[in-house]
């Protein structure tokens, strides 16, 4: 990330949650990505938020950190290190709340977008680009989802179990925000950097897990639903694959459940 005395603003900021991701995580995507020249045009930079990590994912993230600025990319590499475990959620807010903090006289937001990505590249980096293309196409647009979506020409490969419990979730959590939405759980979403997107990082989630359900009952009950179904853009995703090692069980859904509940009494019901 660029620091204050710079006075061009980095295009976007994505924020990379990290729990004892020390054996699974790979550097060479994301300096791949930095070295890629079709992406020069658009800066994107990465915060890595370790989350309280017991293993050595610290020390990961600061030799990736170092790799990056030895190829000619100092400050693109950023990390933020949380010293106790508050959950992927939290760590997500933390990174995005430090990535929209104003710099400058101007108290500018230091980037014009802000998005989260799961470690383990789930979602592969190309899609960033593509989110970016569509969000910058469409002014109105305020938020990109990506969604899993089996469809011809896509490579989407999903745990059974997981996909259908996921399924039962997915209905369960449009129903309750009376949005059609596909796909509330994919780790790969950007959103336009504005005062909106600071209101609603502005508190702790009260869910751990099913914070996106929550983000987008904050902005149900900041902006209301309409504005919702207008700035959402879900973008079917060209690929996407489990990764073993994923730190949601079988019984975090049934938790996930109990925390729709909450989350529409807390923002939703009237």
Known sequence: MRSAT?????????????????????????????????????????L???????????????????EAAKM????????????RNGG??????DGMAAALSPVGPAQEAPCEYIGFWDADLATPLSAIPQFLEVIEGHPHLHMIFGSRIRLLGRTIRRNPARHYLG????????KTL????????????????????????????ISRWIFDVEIIARYI?????????????????????????????????????FDILRIYRRYLAR
């Open 6 to 46: 710079e006075t061009n603003r980095c295009h976007s900021t994505i924020v990379v949650p990290c729990y004892n991701e020390a054996a699974r995580f790979r550097h060479q995507p994301f300096l791949a990505f930095l070295a890629d020249e079709r992406h020069n045009a658009r800066q994107v930079d990465f």
């Open 48 to 66: 890595f938020v370790n989350d309280g990590s017991s293993d050595a994912t610290l020390s990961v993230l600061e030799s990736l950190q170092s």
């Open 72 to 83: 000619g990319y100092p400050g693109r590499i950023a990390i933020l290190d949380k010293k």
């Open 88 to 93: 992927k959620g939290e760590a997500i807010r």
């Open 167 to 174: 399924r039962i979730f997915a209905t369960a959590a449009s």
């Open 178 to 205: 009376s949005l059609p939405i596909y796909d509330t759980q994919c780790g790969a979403k950007i959103f336009k950097a504005t005062p909106d997107l600071a209101q609603v990082l502005a508190l702790p989630f």
């Open 221 to 257: 009950q900041l902006r209301g639903r309409e504005f919702c179904f207008n700035s959402i853009y879900e973008f079917p995703l060209d690929s996407w694959e489990d990764v073993a090692g994923s730190k949601v069980g079988p019984f975090d859904f049934f938790y996930a459940a």
